[in-house]
């Protein structure tokens, strides 16, 4: 009996910690150092979010866009100095060294509070999201864009609990027939 007793212990601890949710934190929950979101050069910070309201109005996302179409952008220049420079944002077609033309860009001399917004509408496909600011030196930061694009290695961490459990289940369950064929015979 006791063994039983163990058995159901473990199956209830270890179902506990899989499906125990306290430790994940959304976007907004993370410090600006450990934000995905935030770019730092030299000292100086930049944030990006992107929205699309027309699908989700309370969806804040960052680099990884889920559905084509109208999609607002924000910049949030963090470091004062950045405030008094004039900055250029570029969304250019590809990323890394396949970086090809430019689709749009913006040029802004005003924003003492810090804030650059703007909006876009691209067709799927990988961009990237130059904002530099024309100081001296000049301050480069990059954000890769994937529009509608799956993106597997976010499919597979999101899959992987789950999957766990159901072979952890599957363990118990073969384990609790073994045992109860034993008793039985």
């Known amino acids: 009996m006791t063994k039983r007793m163990m058995r159901i212990w473990t199956l209830v601890v270890t179902l506990s910690i899989v499906f125990y949710t ?6 907004g929950k993370v410090s600006l150092e ?4 935030v770019r730092n050069m030299a000292g100086s910070m930049v944030h990006l979010s992107t929205y699309q309201p027309q699908h989700d109005p309370e969806a804040e996302y960052c680099t990884e866009i889920p ?3 109208e999609t607002f952008w924000v910049v949030d220049l963090v470091d004062e100095a950045l405030r008094n420079m004039p900055i250029v944002v570029q969304i250019v077609r590809g990323s890394g060294e396949n970086i090809s033309e430019t689709v749009t860009s913006l040029y802004s001399t005003n924003h003492s509070d810090g804030v650059i917004k703007g909006e876009f509408n691209l067709d799927e496909g990988d961009y990237t999201m130059l904002i530099t600011g024309e100081g001296v030196p000049p301050l480069r930061y990059e954000y890769p864009l994937r529009i509608q694009m799956v993106n597997y290695a976010d499919v597979m961490r999101t899959a992987v609990p789950y999957m766990i ?5 599957a363990l118990f369950t073969n384990q609790f027939m073994k045992w109860r064929r034993a008793q039985q015979s």
């Open 22 to 27: 306290g430790m994940v934190s959304a976007h």
């Open 165 to 169: 459990v159901i072979l952890l289940l």
């Open 34 to 37: 450990s934000d995905v979101c």
């Open 67 to 69: 559905q084509v179409g």
